[in-house]
């Protein structure tokens, strides 16, 4: 049994073995990761400005206006077959001056979406229309704010359509029947957690949120009290998010205003960050898109972007986004098409942002501005506008949800067998190590059978990974030697890392990016959010600009390989890994790259990406998410590049993270 002298090893985890802490030159080391991937980002949106800048005619944005739409069908992973909607009306509210329609239709066969539609009682038909994408308040389509801006069109003269959006209102996709809401409570939780499935499959989440817009626009369109010619759309932050996406990929609306979402990527990234997983289409930050591109694509057609001062999308952005895409209006001789309305509130469709959208969408689809204040509206209670029997579809009808899309996707896909390493490195943006690794030395720790070393070294630029080196004392010449990588950091691993220094090996115990010491847990996501989704900005960030963390993370492991390789002391075809937790796939990944590794230890690495497909719900994987791997391979698959090498796993775990159970 190993002596670890009178210092207890839990006495040295909470001490001594981080200890960057307080050291001048690292005390930004937690905001390390977003920092860096902000930086990757911030790249690739300025060398975009720069292109965007030299645009000088309307040809070169109608051909950047192809561009857009192909490279969001492509990173959507294409739309589902345009298949009959199978449309009913469940019931109908009688009002003086207009009438409520609830509708049930089928964007795919046997996904039900459930919608009220805003029919006027006075005027001559062919109305004019607004689709009306849902934000994430509260109420779905049932929302007060929401029906106070239903109501006033229809009494206006338009026919209005909403529809509740994945995880909202009649929809909840993860319905828990004895609690009676979602088992996971906020439905941007529910986005975000079936969007990693849809990643790993090579989707994004919004091409069902999408899909089901484009659907809602073809019943609107299909109803004859509709003008096809007068097609608005409106909502607001979510609702302002699929007003954006629908508009740039849909030629049928005329008008567009989306409200409290339009700012610049730049400024989400240096505020809140990426938002969830719907209003994320990775990678098109890569792609050389950011939120202009939208109005972009909509010119030179009625546009205006509402915003608020106050609102925590940023009216710097919003600002910039309204400057840069009145240039290209200009191009079009079309500046009068453009506007934008600032109000000095918050996040929300508040009135003054409501009454622009009244003016704006009257002007351009009646031919004169309605600038008439709303008025009383009587509001509904929720349980009157439901168009099923029970308020939610999972208990009505049944059908299909994402997760069972996605399964059935996953059933289609034909990967090819064992991957090769180009395709490994293709996937998760590996980047091989340009140099050595420059090496910091920060004091040792002298214990009877080894020694431990506190060192950083830099994995590329911008990257430092803390690390401890534990050097038997009591051998001499080439020894064996580990890598070790916990997923809770180095001080976690301590106790692994001084059995196998006991043993005689020398080790290396890393906190790859975003580990250990460089852990970065953002407070403004919730107490919720880090639990199911770890540091999801920095993952998603990295997504966007066409990388992955899994990709980073295996760079680090590579550097701190070819740091013991190059030690006198260490026998370089005799370097094992061993990975814990959360640094099982990164390191298998690494494994699967470096054939310096002989051999690797597995212990509580997930399953399968396949599994996480298969589970409603998924905790601690985002981090570990390569878009389209389910395409090429799965993690057992990496199991059989590395062969013959010895792979060794231990107590597997599922997408919860709780152990397999055996047989």
Same mark, same amino acid.
């Given at each position: 049994?190993?002596?670890?002298?009178?210092?207890?090893?839990?006495?040295?985890?909470?001490?001594?073995?981080? !200890?960057?802490?307080?050291?001048?030159?690292?005390?930004?080391?937690?905001?390390?990761?977003?920092?860096?991937?902000?930086?990757? @980002?911030?790249?690739?949106?300025?060398? %975009?400005?720069? &292109?965007?800048?030299?645009?000088?005619?309307?040809?070169?944005?109608?051909?950047?206006? %192809?561009?857009?739409?192909?490279?969001?069908?492509?990173?959507?992973? $294409?739309?589902?077959?345009?298949?009959?909607?199978? +449309?009913?009306?469940?019931?109908?509210?009688?009002?003086?001056?207009?009438?409520?329609?609830?509708?049930?239709?089928?964007?795919?066969?046997?996904?039900?979406?459930?919608?009220?539609?805003?029919?006027?009682?006075?005027?001559?038909?062919?109305?004019?229309?607004?689709?009306?994408?849902?934000?994430?308040?509260?109420?779905?389509?049932?929302?007060?704010?929401?029906?106070?801006?239903?109501?006033?069109?229809?009494?206006?003269?338009?026919?209005?359509?909403?529809?509740?959006?994945?995880?909202?209102?009649? %929809?909840?996709?993860?319905?828990?029947?004895?609690?009676?809401?979602?088992?996971?409570?906020?439905?941007?939780?529910?986005?975000?957690?079936?969007?990693?499935?849809?990643?790993?499959?090579?989707?994004?989440?919004?091409?069902?949120?999408?899909?089901?817009?484009?659907?809602?626009?073809?019943?609107?369109?299909? &109803?004859?009290?509709?003008?096809?010619?007068?097609?608005?759309?409106?909502?607001?932050?979510?609702?302002?998010?699929?007003?954006?996406?629908?508009?740039?990929?849909?030629?049928?609306?005329?008008?567009?205003? +989306?409200?409290?979402?339009?700012?610049?990527? #730049?400024?989400?990234?240096?505020?809140? $960050?990426?938002?969830?997983?719907?209003?994320?289409?990775? +990678?098109?930050?890569?792609?050389?898109?950011?939120?202009?591109?939208?109005?972009?694509? !909509?010119?030179?057609?009625?546009?205006?972007?509402?915003?608020?001062?106050?609102?925590? !999308?940023?009216?710097?952005?919003?600002?910039?986004?309204?400057?840069?895409?009145?240039?290209?209006?200009?191009?079009?001789?079309? &500046?009068?098409?453009?506007?934008?309305?600032?109000?000095?509130?918050?996040?929300?469709?508040?009135?003054?942002?409501?009454?622009?959208?009244?003016?704006?969408?009257?002007?351009?689809?009646?031919?004169?501005?309605?600038?008439?204040?709303?008025?009383?509206?009587?509001?509904?209670?929720?349980?009157?506008?439901?168009?099923?029997?029970?308020?939610?579809?999972?208990?009505?009808? #049944? /059908?299909?949800?994402?997760?069972?899309?996605?399964?059935?996707?996953?059933?289609?896909?034909?990967?090819?067998?064992?991957?090769?390493?180009?395709?490994?490195?293709?996937?998760?943006?590996?980047?091989?190590?340009?140099?050595?690794?420059?090496?910091?030395?920060?004091?040792?720790?002298?214990?009877?059978? !080894?020694?431990?070393?506190?060192?950083?070294?830099?994995?590329?630029?911008?990257?430092?990974?803390?690390?401890?080196?534990?050097?038997?004392?009591?051998?001499?010449?080439? &020894? +064996?030697?580990?890598?070790?990588?916990?997923?809770?950091?180095?001080?976690?691993?301590?106790?692994?890392?001084?059995?196998?220094?006991? @043993?005689?090996?020398?080790?290396?115990?890393?906190?790859?990016? #975003?580990?250990?010491?460089?852990?970065?847990?953002?407070?403004?996501?919730?107490?919720?959010?880090? %639990?199911?989704?770890?540091?999801?900005?920095?993952?998603?960030?990295?997504?966007?600009?066409?990388?992955?963390?899994?990709?980073?993370?295996?760079?680090?492991?590579?550097?701190?390989?070819?740091?013991?390789?190059?030690?006198?002391?260490?026998?370089?075809?005799?370097?094992?890994?061993?990975?814990?937790?959360? /640094?099982?796939?990164?390191?298998?990944?690494?494994? @699967?790259?470096?054939?310096?590794?002989?051999?690797?230890?597995?212990?509580?690495?997930?399953?399968?990406?396949?599994?996480?497909?298969?589970?409603?719900?998924?905790?601690?994987?985002?981090?570990?998410?390569?878009? #389209?791997?389910?395409?090429?391979?799965?993690?057992?698959?990496?199991?059989?590049?590395?062969?013959?090498?010895?792979?060794?796993?231990?107590?597997?775990?599922?997408?919860?993270?709780?152990?397999?159970?055996? $047989?």
């Amino acid at each position: 049994m190993l002596l670890l002298s009178a210092v207890t090893a839990a006495g040295q985890a909470s001490g001594d073995l981080d !200890f960057l802490a307080d050291h001048t030159d690292f005390r930004e080391i937690r905001k390390m990761l977003p920092a860096w991937a902000n930086a990757k @980002a911030n790249a690739l949106l300025e060398e %975009r400005r720069r &292109r965007i800048t030299q645009f000088s005619s309307e040809q070169e944005v109608t051909g950047r206006k %192809r561009y857009l739409r192909e490279r969001m069908l492509s990173a959507l992973g $294409g739309f589902p077959e345009r298949t009959p909607l199978n +449309p009913r009306v469940t019931g109908t509210l009688e009002r003086e001056d207009y009438r409520v329609e609830k509708v049930v239709f089928e964007s795919q066969p046997g996904f039900y979406v459930t919608a009220n539609l805003y029919l006027p009682k006075s005027g001559n038909p062919p109305y004019p229309a607004i689709l009306f994408p849902l934000g994430h308040e509260e109420g779905a389509k049932a929302n007060e704010i929401w029906q106070r801006i239903l109501i006033t069109f229809a009494r206006r003269g338009f026919v209005a359509l909403a529809w509740d959006t994945l995880g909202q209102g009649e %929809r909840v996709q993860i319905f828990d029947a004895d609690f009676k809401t979602s088992k996971v409570v906020r439905s941007t939780t529910e986005h975000t957690i079936l969007g990693a499935q849809c990643l790993l499959l090579g989707d994004a989440l919004a091409r069902y949120t999408i899909w089901d817009g484009i659907r809602a626009l073809d019943y609107l369109l299909s &109803r004859p009290e509709v003008d096809p010619k007068r097609v608005g759309c409106t909502g607001n932050s979510g609702g302002g998010t699929h007003t954006a996406y629908l508009a740039a990929l849909e030629e049928r609306i005329q008008v567009a205003a +989306p409200s409290c979402y339009l700012t610049t990527w #730049g400024r989400l990234l240096d505020t809140i $960050g990426p938002q969830d997983a719907e209003q994320c289409i990775p +990678p098109s930050i890569l792609d050389g898109m950011d939120h202009a591109d939208f109005v972009h694509a !909509f010119a030179p057609k009625p546009y205006l972007i509402l915003s608020a001062i106050r609102d925590f !999308f940023s009216i710097t952005g919003a600002r910039d986004t309204h400057g840069e895409a009145q240039r290209v209006y200009a191009l079009f001789g079309a &500046r009068e098409q453009l506007a934008m309305v600032e109000a000095d509130d918050g996040h929300g469709y508040s009135e003054p942002r409501r009454m622009a959208s009244y003016r704006w969408f009257s002007r351009w689809l009646q031919g004169a501005e309605d600038s008439r204040p709303e008025g009383d509206v009587p509001v509904a209670a929720e349980e009157e506008l439901w168009a099923t029997p029970t308020g939610q579809v999972a208990t009505s009808f #049944g /059908g299909e949800t994402v997760t069972s899309l996605n399964q059935k996707r996953a059933q289609n896909l034909r990967r090819g067998g064992k991957p090769s390493v180009e395709e490994i490195r293709r996937l998760i943006g590996y980047r091989e190590p340009q140099a050595p690794a420059p090496v910091r030395f920060f004091g040792r720790i002298e214990r009877q059978e !080894f020694e431990i070393e506190k060192l950083v070294y830099e994995s590329e630029p911008g990257i430092q990974v803390p690390a401890l080196l534990y050097v038997p004392l009591r051998s001499a010449g080439r &020894r +064996p030697a580990v890598i070790v990588v916990h997923g809770r950091g180095k001080a976690a691993a301590h106790d692994k890392a001084a059995e196998l220094a006991g @043993a005689g090996s020398v080790v290396l115990s890393i906190d790859a990016r #975003g580990m250990g010491e460089t852990r970065y847990t953002p407070e403004e996501y919730g107490s919720d959010w880090p %639990r199911y989704f770890g540091d999801y900005g920095s993952a998603m960030t990295l997504l966007l600009a066409g990388e992955t963390l899994v990709g980073s993370r295996a760079l680090d492991i590579v550097q701190g390989v070819g740091l013991l390789a190059s030690r006198d002391d260490v026998d370089p075809a005799r370097i094992a890994a061993a990975g814990i937790g959360a /640094g099982c796939v990164p390191l298998l990944h690494a494994t @699967a790259l470096d054939q310096r590794i002989a051999s690797v230890t597995l212990e509580g690495m997930l399953v399968s990406y396949e599994s996480v497909v298969r589970h409603k719900i998924h905790r601690g994987i985002f981090e570990d998410v390569i878009p #389209g791997v389910l395409k090429v391979y799965d993690l057992p698959d990496l199991v059989t590049v590395v062969a013959p090498r010895p792979v060794r796993l231990v107590n597997a775990v599922d997408p919860l993270g709780l152990r397999l159970k055996k $047989g």
